[in-house]
């Protein structure tokens, strides 16, 4: 569907810039400045006819082109608007070849452009249909302009000193059809041919598209089965840690420590692996927005990551988010996690004793929350890539062996989710700066 509107959209803006040209040869004309022999007259109609019939493809093409979802429906609807279009240009080509004399007019050749776009825009019965259906105007317009009499006689008058005699017409014919008839064959095997290609490229895809699916489905299952008992050991361990079975040595409390973290580790990786997933299902799917005031959720998060806070020492300021709600329309779940993503991401790898800066920005037609810390930092080059699953800088795992590298994977299908963006900024040594734009709404 894309690419049909593409096409459509090209033709479109095409005959709106040939329509200009005549526009310009018609006041030339006029003036009598151009040196022009044919009369404004014919060229001003043919130019409003243009403008006029291109303002209707137009409409046309707008009622359906967003018809995405039903493709199938309108394809053929979409197909006229183009069969239509071409017929109406070879009129005004015919129209145009009349008044500027005939087959010895550069207007002759134009066909051909239809002729190659014919080939691009159709399969190649259809494209020669317009092959020959442009060499059949190019005579037959001629024929009108000679006052009849026979074809060959009306084609000997208008070739010129280059050929002569009884047999003129039929050279003129075979050279004309030689040359259209080397053009269709030309663009229409190298269309086809391209066809081919993308038609192969596609099934590829589409395999490659099962592979993966197949890849995340048996991830996906392998994960579930892998939580419960994981699950289980993490809560034996913490039931032996926690003494209820009587004491234990130093050196197995040390040992059950180690499978305590680990666990933990491997729990939230599950965790984050389930719901990346999830997450991925929805952008797909999509969800119910409603109004959320993310004054109260950035609140809400910094609450429940007080003990992170607490415990590395960095002091959290509000005071850009100012004293009043900030309302977008989202999913309040995927929300929360993003800001806890983002918050803790600032936290994490934060310097001890540093400050994680919060403020909301009014724009537009976006409204921006930023969330900046005074941390570690990351390389430029590695900017782009720490969105890619499991992706690492060093600094960032020296500081926090912990994480998965999924959190701003995550952020950013949410983002994605919420027809917003996300993008970080950042100085090694001295800090990040997390951006996460949402659509400013009617309504708060």
Not at 266 to 273: S, Y
Not at 327 to 333: F, H, K, P, V
Request: net charge neutral; hydrophobic share 45%; charged share 15%.
């Amino acid at each position: 569907l894309l690419e049909l509107n593409r096409r459509i959209h090209w033709f479109l803006s095409l005959r709106l810039a040939v329509a200009c040209a005549l526009l310009v040869g018609a006041v030339l004309a006029l003036t009598t400045r151009g040196g022009l022999l044919v009369t404004s007259g014919p060229l001003f109609m043919m130019s409003g006819a243009l403008f006029a019939m291109d303002g209707l493809f137009w409409l046309h093409y707008r009622s359906v082109r967003g018809a995405r979802r039903e493709f199938e429906r309108f394809r053929s609807t979409l197909s006229f608007n183009l069969h239509l279009q071409i017929l109406f240009d070879f009129g005004i080509l015919s129209w145009l070849l009349v008044e500027t004399g005939g087959v010895g007019s550069p207007v002759t050749y134009f066909f051909l452009f239809h002729v190659s776009l014919s080939c691009l825009f159709f399969r190649r019965p259809v494209s020669f249909f317009y092959t020959a259906l442009a060499l059949v105007l190019i005579v037959g317009t001629q024929f009108i302009i000679s006052g009849g009499g026979s074809i060959a006689e009306a084609l000997a008058h208008s070739t010129g000193t280059w050929c002569s005699g009884p047999g003129c017409g039929f050279y003129y014919v075979a050279s004309v059809t030689l040359l259209y008839g080397f053009i269709w064959y030309l663009a229409s095997t190298i269309t086809t041919s391209l066809r081919r290609s993308e038609a192969e490229l596609q099934t590829n895809i589409d395999e490659l598209v099962e592979m993966h699916r197949e890849k995340t489905r048996y991830m996906l299952t392998t994960t579930h089965e892998l939580k419960a008992p994981f699950s289980a050991i993490h809560s034996y361990v913490n039931v032996l840690l926690g003494g209820y079975v009587g004491p234990i040595d130093e050196k197995v409390a040390a040992i059950l420590t180690k499978i305590q973290s680990r666990c933990a580790r491997m729990l939230n990786m599950i965790n984050e692996l389930l719901q990346l997933a999830n997450i991925k299902n929805l952008v797909k799917a999509g969800v119910e927005l409603q109004w959320v005031d993310l004054a109260a959720l950035v609140h809400l998060v910094l609450d429940n990551l007080e003990g992170t806070r607490k415990a590395s020492g960095i002091t959290v300021d509000c005071s850009g988010m100012g004293n009043g709600p900030f309302w977008i329309r989202g999913d309040l779940e995927r929300l929360e996690i993003l800001f806890t993503n983002i918050i803790s991401n600032a936290l994490y790898y934060s310097h001890a004793g540093g400050t994680v800066r919060i403020a909301f920005v009014e724009g537009v037609t976006m409204r921006r929350v930023t969330v900046a810390d005074e941390g570690i930092g990351i390389k430029p080059e590695l900017l782009e890539k720490v969105f890619l699953e499991h992706f690492r800088t060093e600094e960032a795992t020296q500081m926090n062996s912990n994480s998965t590298g999924l959190g701003l994977t995550i952020a950013k299908f949410i983002i994605y989710m919420h027809q917003g963006r996300l993008w970080l900024e950042s100085e090694p040594g001295h800090g990040t700066t997390a951006f996460m734009e949402f659509l400013k709404e009617r309504g708060r």
